[in-house]
């Protein structure tokens, strides 16, 4: 049995990946597992090369993970309450499969929401150690930035110019240019923290690195044409800086970000934001959200059943159609609200609210300010501020079974697993 390498405290430096792979190799099987799972959901390493594109990777990981598991010496079965919000609203959502309008549709999109129940448990029981977040939340934080980075290349590279499909991410939970936003949306507080915390304690490639890495979010969400990620993106500059707003310098930073974003928005981009409540896109999408609503008045306990919108609004709302087929509702609560009824959205809105108001309250060692230690405390504002755009956006596009909300709540249990215990 390999004997684990404690990283010390001068090892939590950003980048130094010597200390970090040397003590990744000691980890156990479950811990690799976990962070190869979140590698390949993530980087997509199957779609860069094809010829690997021959396994489920991200499954055969997860059950590695749950295998490994009942053999890792530092697993953490401690529930919080999101726990039990998540497991409720999976009950729900299990429940409605049963009354649904058509079952059949349910039992086909099933895995897209009941995985992440399976995901957030093994995450929150293996990742329990301060070394462990570190090094998972860093497979993660860097996954996002390759993507980020690889992204707003594309749109500097066509000279910002505009496209209907706006960006496109890797295959997967980000190949369209909406999601592609949202998970900018997630990303950018992160960087921004760590840069603002970081910046006079890096190596220089490191400082220019973050500085990419924190703009780089910025340029996709711009380029992406999504425009819920880009309010939703002003709300998270308002959030960040609302305590230093009245100060010189900040209103100076602010101007300057906003201005550049409007000089470089594309003219058919600003033209959208004119128009928005005028034009077809925006008009459907209102009828989706007054139908939706009339739809779980009609059905308030269990809705019409999970993943059932786009079926039943096409047979029951054919009036309320402006293109050739109906799509999903383009918003969070009318999803869920639809899909399980006010029961189900009840519990994700509580789960929301956990989230977003979900304490943090290290053990005592921790408070001592460290750059170590104060470094926890910026993921934890990012992440919430990530799930702040998350329901901003949310508004605007029909993404509450994809990875955003659970993964930050994941990463969110495990970081306070790993420092309160």
């Known amino acids: 049995m390999k004997t684990q390498v404690a990283l010390k405290d001068t090892d939590f430096i950003f980048l130094k990946v010597k200390n970090l792979w040397t003590h990744f190799k000691s980890e156990s099987f479950a811990f690799k597992c976990i962070c190869i799972y979140i590698f390949v959901e993530y980087f997509r390493p199957q779609a860069i090369i094809p010829f690997l594109d021959f396994l489920p990777w991200a499954q055969l990981f997860l059950i590695l993970s749950f295998i490994g598991l009942f053999f890792d010496r530092n697993k953490s079965f401690k529930f919080y309450s999101s ?3 998540t497991i409720s609203f999976f009950l729900i959502i299990n429940v409605s499969i049963l009354t649904a309008w058509d079952p059949s549709i349910s039992i086909e999109k099933y895995i897209l929401f009941s995985q992440w129940v399976f995901i957030i448990f093994l ?5 329990t150690t301060r070394e462990r977040f570190y090094i998972f939340f860093l497979v993660f934080f860097m996954c996002c930035c390759k993507i980020a980075l690889g992204t707003a290349k594309i749109w500097v590279m066509r000279g910002f110019s505009f496209t ?5 991410g890797p295959p997967g939970y980000f190949q369209n240019s909406g999601e592609l936003a949202v998970l900018m949306l997630i990303l950018f507080p992160i960087s921004y923290y760590i840069f603002n915390q970081l910046k006079s304690n890096v190596r220089k490639w490191e400082y220019y690195f973050l500085v990419l890495v924190t703009i780089a979010p910025i340029l996709t969400i711009l380029g992406s044409s999504s425009r819920g990620a880009q309010i939703a993106l002003l709300m998270q500059l308002i959030v960040i800086f609302r305590k230093k707003v009245f100060k010189l310098k900040y209103i100076i930073f602010l101007s300057f970000i906003l ?3 409007w000089k470089v928005l594309p003219e058919e981009q600003k033209l959208r934001f004119t128009e928005i409540g005028e034009d077809r896109t925006s008009n459907q999408r209102m009828l989706y959200w007054e139908n939706g609503w009339e739809i779980m008045k009609e059905n308030p306990f269990l809705g019409i059943g999970y993943f059932n919108f786009q079926s039943y609004y096409q047979v029951h709302y054919p009036e309320g159609m402006l293109y050739d087929k109906a799509q999903q509702p383009h918003n969070i609560f009318v999803q869920v609200g639809t899909d399980s009824g006010f029961t189900g959205l009840f519990l994700f809105i509580l789960i929301l609210i956990n989230c977003l108001f979900m304490s943090f309250k290290p053990r005592k060692a921790m408070y001592k300010f460290s750059e170590e230690n104060i470094f926890y405390f910026q993921i934890w504002k990012g992440l919430k501020i990530g799930i702040w755009g998350f329901v901003v956006a ?7 079974y994809y990875p955003f909300l659970w993964i930050s709540l994941a990463l969110q249990i495990s970081l306070k697993k790993s420092c309160e215990k």
């Open 259 to 261: 201005i550049l974003g």
């Open 394 to 400: 949310g508004q605007f596009v029909t993404i509450a």
């Open 164 to 168: 209907g499909w706006g960006l496109m």
């Open 123 to 127: 995450i929150g029981a293996i990742v």
């Open 83 to 85: 726990y039990y919000l």
